[in-house]
Structure formats: structure tokens, C-alpha cells
């Protein structure tokens, strides 16, 4: 465990989850995701809750460094989804919120 990770608590209503933020790829590199990322970083704080997770394609490495230097973590939980018909394997980044 790095020093930015720590164990989450279980699942709860204090634990949020952000489902997607896609930007098309000629918008890349020009801030715009983190904006993006703030504002429903900013609902789920609140909403009361103390903590967020993400779900990121495991193999989706531009994705996860994004969310890694917005100060999200990989924090070991992992899925195996087959629902449209073939496997994505993701992994689940966390961080806590601010306190409104």
C-alpha cells in the first residue's frame, strides 16, 4: 500500500460511485476532464458522502493515470463484466471528498 492508499470502508451510502466521464479524443490535453471531474467530485461531496469510487478498464492506461494524478487510487478491487456479449476486465479507483 502506497501513501495515498488506504482501506475503504465497506460498501455504505457514505461511499458515492461516479459512473463516466468520456471526452472525445481531439478535446484531450486541454483540461477539460479535470473540470469535468470536479463537478461530480463536488456532488457526491454534497450529498453527504465521505468517499468515491470508479470503475477504469484495466487496460486503459491514459484513463488511469488521469484519475491517478487527480489524487484517485487504485485501491485492489477488481471486475470481470461479460454483459455486452464479451469480458472487461476493470479495475476500481477510490478517494475521499472534501467535507462540503
Same mark, same amino acid.
Given at each position: 500500500?502506497?501513501?495515498?492508499?488506504?482501506?475503504?470502508?465497506?460498501?455504505?451510502?457514505? !461511499?458515492?460511485?461516479?459512473?463516466?466521464? *468520456?471526452?472525445?479524443?481531439?478535446?484531450?490535453?486541454?483540461?477539460?476532464? /479535470?473540470?469535468?471531474?470536479?463537478?461530480?467530485?463536488?456532488?457526491?461531496?454534497?450529498?453527504?458522502?465521505?468517499?468515491? &469510487?470508479?470503475? &477504469? &478498464?484495466?487496460? *486503459?492506461?491514459?484513463? /488511469? /493515470?488521469? $484519475?491517478?494524478?487527480?489524487?484517485? $487510487?487504485?485501491?485492489?478491487?477488481?471486475?470481470?463484466?461479460?454483459?455486452?456479449?464479451?469480458?472487461?476486465?476493470?479495475? !476500481?479507483?477510490?478517494?475521499?471528498?472534501?467535507?462540503?
Amino acid at each position: 500500500m502506497t501513501g495515498h492508499e488506504r482501506r475503504l470502508s465497506p460498501l455504505s451510502e457514505a !461511499r458515492g460511485e461516479l459512473w463516466a466521464i *468520456n471526452i472525445a479524443p481531439e478535446a484531450w490535453g486541454r483540461g477539460l476532464g /479535470r473540470l469535468l471531474l470536479r463537478a461530480p467530485e463536488q456532488a457526491l461531496s454534497d450529498e453527504g458522502h465521505g468517499e468515491a &469510487v470508479l470503475w &477504469v &478498464v484495466a487496460a *486503459n492506461e491514459r484513463a /488511469r /493515470r488521469f $484519475y491517478e494524478r487527480a489524487g484517485w $487510487y487504485a485501491d485492489g478491487a477488481e471486475k470481470r463484466d461479460a454483459s455486452l456479449g464479451f469480458e472487461i476486465h476493470e479495475v !476500481r479507483y477510490a478517494r475521499g471528498l472534501r467535507p462540503v
